[in-house]
């Protein structure tokens, strides 16, 4: 009996079923773990995202002072909703970049194996710091749908060399040229691309981008509404700056300042320094030709403003005429011209269209564009040793 019982005790079969279990019961355990950290990083990443988008939408409200509800909206759109399913917190400024606005986002999320231990859920956080900078674009395609989802479109033989600027395009890019080509430092592209021409290869999938001159104030009633005068329809004149229904010109030099106008827009053979054209779509401004003409921007007042005497600095046409589809949009060609300065058409597509006898010192902005023809293009803003005027949101922390 003493026998059987001395074996009993030094018995160590069953032992490894032991250890195995046991440790089977820890892997499981830390695989538990492992599967609860892994969601919540995702988790992180996810609301980092999150952060990113709202502190850079609240960026772009800076200047108009609505940064927390632009944030707010942005989250909300990301499927944050302050309140609700999370806290969306906005203050404005940190210490080392002052003008800028802070989004930090929080959410609690649900724990599986933490949760035996008392802990069912985690608060994770995500913080980003966003504000405005001076940009280093020279075409901004703003269109996030534009007619066949294409955002500029090349047609034909034509050059577009901007080579120190960047382009944004918010939607797709189609090369249809036999030998068009556009050199630029930078080509972000939303959606795809399709042909060949472009140096350096764009990047898809970007974020879309917004208006960089948004937060210009309009020159609309620089001069009031009862001021405006007729047509002058001049040859071979000196003209000065004002608001006119129409501006029909040949052969004339213009003073500097702001021209604001209510109806077409047609130069030929004209010069000017220092000038802006502001074209009112909402009072039936159009813009017509601007042949032969050698135009160039004011460069004296501040960034952001306008007045009729200096115009407005670094814009040379300001168009507000709504236009949708490129092929059906303002027809731009001039033809023996020289333009130097911004052109800016918020609310319209660009139909482009020229020859070698065109060069264009310019930065663009319009909702789409399609080039025809030749047109040769270098950038307005650096190449004429100006600060950037575009202001971009941009993440600083």
């Known amino acids: 009996m003493r026998t059987h019982k001395c074996f009993l005790l030094h018995d160590e079969s069953g032992q490894s079923l032991i250890i195995t279990a046991t440790a089977l019961m820890c892997l499981v355990g830390f695989l538990a773990l492992a599967t609860d950290v892994g969601l919540l990083f995702r988790d ?35 499927a944050i909703t302050n309140g609700v399913n999370g806290t969306v917190t906005i203050t404005s400024g940190t210490t080392y970049h002052p003008n800028s606005v802070k989004v930090y986002v929080t959410q609690n999320e ?100 917004p208006d960089p001159m948004s937060y210009w104030s309009s020159p609309q009633n620089a001069y009031g509404a009862a001021s405006c005068q007729d047509n002058p329809k001049q040859k071979n004149v000196t003209l000065g700056a004002g608001c006119y229904n129409g501006l029909t010109l040949n052969g004339t030099a213009l003073n500097p300042g702001l021209y604001v106008i209510h109806g077409a827009l047609d130069l030929n053979g004209v ?53 949708g589809k490129a092929q059906q949009g303002i027809s731009f060609g001039p033809h023996g011209s020289t333009l130097t300065g911004i052109l800016y058409f918020p609310n319209a597509s660009l139909k482009f269209h020229g020859d070698t006898t065109t060069t264009l010192n310019a930065d663009i902005i319009a909702t789409s564009y399609v080039f025809d023809g030749t047109i040769n293009m270098n950038n307005y803003v650096l190449g004429s040793s100006q600060s950037p005027l575009f202001l971009t949101p941009t993440l600083l922390e």
């Open 44 to 78: 992180k990443v996810n609301l980092q995202k999150v952060a990113d988008a709202a502190a850079i939408a609240g960026a772009a409200e800076l200047n108009s002072g609505n940064y927390s509800a632009a944030a707010l909206a942005s989250a909300a759109q990301n």
């Open 110 to 209: 649900p724990n599986h194996f933490l949760e035996l231990f008392g802990q069912p859920t985690t608060t994770v956080g995500a913080s980003a710091v966003a504000g405005v900078t001076n940009g280093n674009a020279c075409m901004y395609a703003l269109d996030t749908n534009p007619f066949k989802g294409d955002g500029i479109t090349m047609n034909g033989t034509c050059n577009l060399n901007i080579p120190h600027c960047a382009i944004y395009d918010n939607a797709g890019r189609n090369m249809n040229g036999n030998s068009g080509a556009i050199t630029a430092s930078f080509i972000g592209v939303v959606g795809s691309y399709s042909g060949t021409g472009a140096s350096p290869t764009p990047v898809t999938g970007m974020v879309p981008v």
């Open 271 to 323: 010069t000017g320094t220092g000038v802006t054209f502001y074209i009112d779509g909402t009072q039936g401004g159009s813009l017509g030709s601007t042949d032969g003409s050698n135009l160039t921007a004011p460069t004296l007042t501040s960034s952001g403003t306008c007045t009729a005497v200096a115009g407005c600095n670094g814009i040379l046409i300001w168009d507000t005429e709504v236009k």
